[in-house]
């Protein structure tokens, strides 16, 4: 199985930083053989791609979050990062870390499809205030 643990979610005020992190677990699947990425869900909105990395390292980002947010992969902790400066009060959202070995999509392609990926984790709450 591939299990998906998000840590390092959080309160900052607006201009501050996190940095999540989302450990596989599981021993099916290892990071290097997965696209994974990083959706983002408001209450009432719709889940929304954030950042997603290929296999291959390739990287694409929402809009919203471009300049500011930056993914990340280490293979050998089998763990992937998603790092947040600048943080705006619109980005408060419950994060959740998605993966999945099987998918074949670009990285811009794979972040409008979260329907799409099969393993999913809990997801940890990010809240920022102005």
């Known amino acids: 199985v591939v299990q998906l643990v998000e840590s390092g979610g959080g309160s900052v005020q607006a201009g501050g930083s996190l940095r999540l992190a989302c450990v596989n677990s599981?021993?099916?699947?290892?990071?290097?053989?997965?696209?994974m990425g990083w959706f983002r869900q408001a209450p009432g909105k719709k889940r929304e791609g954030v950042a997603v990395?290929?296999?291959?390292?390739?990287?694409a980002y929402a809009d919203s979050v471009k300049g500011r947010f930056t993914i990340s992969k280490d293979n050998a902790k089998n763990t992937l990062y998603l790092q947040m400066d600048s943080l705006k009060p619109e980005d408060t959202a419950m994060y959740y870390c998605?993966?999945?070995?099987?998918?074949?999509?670009?990285?811009?392609?794979?972040?409008?499809?979260?329907?799409?990926?099969?393993?999913w984790g809990r997801g940890t709450q990010v809240t920022v205030s102005s």
């Open positions: 599981g021993n099916k699947y290892h990071n290097y053989a997965m696209i």
């Open positions: 998605a993966a999945d070995p099987y998918l074949s999509l670009t990285a811009i392609q794979a972040l409008g499809s979260r329907g799409d990926f099969g393993y």
């Open positions: 990395i290929t296999r291959d390292g390739d990287t």
